[in-house]
């Protein structure tokens, strides 16, 4: 079962990272022979597929990389200046692999994955933009809502500054153009608002059940490690995030989704839209937990003004035929407006805006 779990991981990572891939396939087929991955993987046996061992282990690996632990894999990961070469991958692995099986081990049961792309900042602003706009059409207003943004599973807190990053279109820069982070956010359309009005953000908070801080050197090292390593573009933004982070701290709560949500919906500010948001967290919380979190926010909802509004927006996968795609979904209340404001990649870029009913 373990191997099928990494091998579906592998078969994840095609034609996106075939350093990954490679390493993937090559741990399943280790796993399924007894070989030291199959020690490295011990107390695993029985993990599920929403915690994603097989990219565990990657990050795992990754970081003994990062961290200059070993020098002949290092060769093959650009994310140190080296340069892959497939076929000797594995056979440059092993050492590593071996000599550091107990610290892998403890790494892969002691961690859980943290992806905060700052890429998906890109289609969160322009959803706050829409939401922004859209609540205060509904109030009769003829300025934009501040927002005040509330991140549930918010990892480092990389995209809870989405105002203060810049967004290169071909005509101009939105948000910051003088920011650390300046994104290349691939739109096909633009979002449906008025782009000249500049987002203000009032107030923002974040929960993770396991947060990084990534004001330390160990912090930065996880969420680095997590970076597929042939994937400079994302290596790159992250830094730059990390970078910007340094200089606008936001600190992320340890805490449930549910518990913490119910604690800051509370309280309503006046003439401030209270946005909810959350990107590629879903497939990893409970089912309880889900219902929780959907009961808290209907209170939430069912309590909304037209000067105290609501909004919930998402990133996540969806299935769509054969395979899943990435969704920016959006709900107003008391507005009473659901779309689907478009889809893109995993990592936030590159992002078609196509607006369509959410059901």
């Known amino acids: 079962m373990l191997a099928e779990l990494f091998a579906a991981a592998a078969h994840g990572c095609r034609d996106r990272s075939p350093l990954t891939q490679r390493l993937l396939t090559d741990a399943a087929d280790d796993l399924a022979r007894g070989g030291v991955t199959t020690r490295i993987m011990a107390g695993s046996e029985r993990d599920r597929e929403g915690s994603v061992p097989g990219l565990r282990f990657a990050g795992a690996v990754h970081r003994l990389v990062l961290e200059g632990r070993a020098p002949a894999l290092s060769k093959h990961y650009p994310s140190v200046g080296g340069r892959p070469h497939l076929p000797t991958l594995w056979d440059d692995a092993l050492p590593a692999l071996t000599e550091h099986a107990d610290l892998l081990r403890h ?14 900042s890109a289609p969160l602003y322009g959803g706050l933009l829409v939401a922004a706009q859209e609540a205060a059409k509904a109030a009769g207003r003829q300025v934009p809502f501040c927002v005040r943004l509330l991140e549930v599973g918010a990892s480092g807190g990389l995209n809870l500054r989405p105002h203060h990053v810049g967004y290169q279109l071909s005509d101009r820069v939105l948000g910051d153009p003088d920011s650390l982070l300046v994104l290349n956010p691939e739109w096909t359309g633009t979002p449906p608002a008025d782009l000249d009005h500049r987002l203000r953000v009032v107030g923002r908070a974040g929960c993770d059940l396991t947060p990084v801080d990534v004001s330390t050197e160990d912090g930065r090292l996880h969420l680095s490690s997590f ?10 933004r992250l830094n730059s995030a990390l970078d910007l982070a340094a200089t606008d701290p936001v600190k992320v709560d340890r805490s449930a989704g549910p518990e913490w949500l119910a604690k800051q919906l509370a309280r309503a500010e006046r003439d401030v839209l209270t946005v ?14 889900r219902a929780m979190g959907r009961a808290v926010l209907a209170d939430a909802a069912a309590k909304a003004t037209p000067t105290t509004p609501l909004a919930l927006l998402v990133f996540e996968p969806r299935r769509a035929d054969d395979d899943y795609r990435f969704e920016l979904l959006l709900r107003l209340w008391p507005a009473g407006i659901s779309l689907n404001l478009g889809h893109g990649a995993g990592h936030g870029t590159p992002f078609t805006w196509d607006v369509t009913p959410w059901e």
Do not use: C, I
Request: hydrophobic content about 40%.
């Open 227 to 236: 970076v597929w390593a042939d994937q400079l573009d994302r290596w790159n």
């Open 276 to 289: 909810v948001w959350h990107s590629v967290v879903w497939q990893y919380v409970s089912p309880a937990d």
């Open 107 to 120: 790494r892969v049961q002691a961690t859980v994955v943290q992806t905060n792309e700052p890429g998906r």
